[in-house]
């Protein structure tokens, strides 16, 4: 399927941007740069904007969702918005019960834990996807040439969501059910991987010019987990998108060694988190794909001098991948300065790119 005729992709402001360049595996005249969760929490016109509503409200709603996009372009000139909205929204508005607690992440009023219980959750209702059709569409036309990244999360994320009721950090449940009753496990997974699937090919189709596709708990998988419970699930969110012609980035949390296996889920971008360095992650996936990273978050904090030393040593990491986004590791931290992230894509705008 081709895109839309006034996509940004097709009809050319976004094609040559920095972003799709390196994204695409060549090298534009700087590095491009964004963050994850630059939308948000870090941003004090975005806590005046959303006082007194809820999160999940907010992303639902297109006229605040695309000015939320907007804010960290505008204020950090980075070189891409990356949509403002949440993993859970398909979960949501295919019918499940679920709000994000403040201070505490994503909570469902009933974990799906049950045959009866995965075998009654309802299909995602395309009508349901006109905010976010909306909201994406309003953002791209605002942003013109700056590209705009569509986003949803991994299967083995949303389904621990659902099975955990909420965030846990060690997964006992999920993984339970993945490795004690795979044949359930595929049901609930492959429903999830469906409804994701659909939000995500919404986004491209209203005008998001990447996706990324993030697995924020699958760095607690052994490999041979992640093969069989994970990875099969992550592909078909990617099939469903495989036919539109936009960068594929999957990111993973201290995901190091599992790097291959999330390349061929059909990723065109691996992103790399803080742990390990772009040339080692290069070296690991055979030099063969463009990578996105990897800026510890935690030196956001730790003055300019070492934040920015620590930036050069990630340019020439990433210069030995075909292409390379700068990005952190991880997401912008609720209480980092604004200024120092604005500091940052200035100065990462005014390196020269080093040759590996």
């Known amino acids: 399927m081709t895109l839309p005729a006034d996509h940004p992709l097709r009809n050319g402001r976004t094609a040559d941007s920095a972003l799709l360049t390196a994204m695409n595996g060549r090298r534009p005249a700087r590095r491009p740069i964004w963050f994850m969760r630059q939308a948000g929490r870090s941003l004090p016109e975005y806590r005046e904007l959303r006082a007194g509503m809820a999160m999940l409200d907010a992303c639902l709603t297109p006229e605040l969702a695309t000015e939320i996009t907007l804010q960290p372009v505008r204020r950090h000139g980075v070189d891409a918005a990356v949509f403002f909205s949440d993993i ?33 959750l309802p299909p995602l209702d395309p009508a349901a996807l006109a905010p976010i059709s909306q909201a994406v569409s309003d953002t791209a036309a605002a942003l013109g040439r700056t590209p705009l990244i569509g986003f949803a999360g991994a299967p083995f994320t949303l389904a621990s969501y659902l099975v955990e009721g909420g965030p846990s950090r060690d997964h006992l449940r999920t993984k339970a059910l993945m490795c004690g009753d795979p044949e359930l496990w595929s049901t609930l997974a492959s429903w999830v991987a469906g409804v994701t699937g659909q939000f995500l090919r919404a986004q491209i189709l209203a005008g998001a010019s990447a996706v990324q596709l993030f697995d924020s708990w699958a760095g607690n998988l052994s490999l041979a987990q992640y093969l069989a419970g994970a990875a099969p699930f992550s592909a078909r969110v990617f099939d469903a998108v495989s036919d539109l012609p936009v960068p594929r980035v999957h990111f993973g949390v201290g995901t190091g060694e599992l790097l291959t296996a999330m390349r061929e889920v059909g990723a065109t971008v691996i992103g790399v988190d803080h742990r390990i360095p772009l040339d080692v992650a290069s070296q690991r996936l055979g030099g063969s794909i463009p990578l996105q990273g990897n800026i510890d978050p935690a030196l956001l904090f730790a003055g300019d001098e070492v934040l920015h030393r620590h930036t050069l040593e990630v340019l020439a990491a990433g210069s030995h991948a075909p292409g390379h986004v700068v990005n952190l590791g991880h997401g912008v931290p609720p209480d980092a300065d604004p200024e120092v992230l604005t500091r940052l894509v200035e100065f990462v705008h005014g390196q020269a790119d080093p040759l590996p």
């Open 88 to 120: 859970v929204i398909p979960l949501k508005l295919a019918g499940i019960e679920v709000d994000i607690v403040p201070g505490k992440g994503p909570v469902l009023a009933d974990p799906i834990r049950t045959a009866e219980q995965i075998a009654a």
